[in-house]
Nanobody, 119 residues
């Protein structure tokens, strides 16, 4: 199993910045992709950004140029730097990790951290 714990969410004014952190523990050796997803009430969960174990990032069009994902392999952590936040960024943000265990593909999720961009 992989355990993921997010932190860093909070209330910020539009135009402000936040950094989300995700700390992973457990069976980490085969993780090859980590990322962030978000879900607003009544909305479908959507991908925000992913990063491979080699550090290659991918972003949703809605956050390109504003958000940056990074990882620290030594600390088993992944981060999401969010700038120029908009009200439409308001959502619960979830850390995700994907790995192989034998021939099975597993996806692990954190508990979520709330981000609210509001005046």
């Amino acid at each position: 199993q992989v355990q993921l714990v997010e932190s860093g969410g909070g209330l910020v004014q539009p135009g402000g910045s936040l950094r989300l952190s995700c700390s992973a523990s457990g069976s980490l050796s085969n993780i090859d992709l980590m990322g962030w997803y978000r879900q607003a009430p009544g909305k479908q969960r959507e991908l925000v950004a992913t990063i491979t174990s080699n550090g290659s990032p991918n972003y949703a069009d809605s956050v390109k140029g504003r958000f940056a994902i990074s990882g620290d392999n030594a600390k088993n952590a992944v981060y999401l730097h969010m700038a120029s936040l908009k009200s439409e960024d308001t959502a619960a943000y979830y850390c995700n990790a994907q790995r192989w265990s034998g021939r099975n593909r597993f996806s692990s999720w954190g508990q979520g951290t709330q981000v609210t961009a509001s005046s």
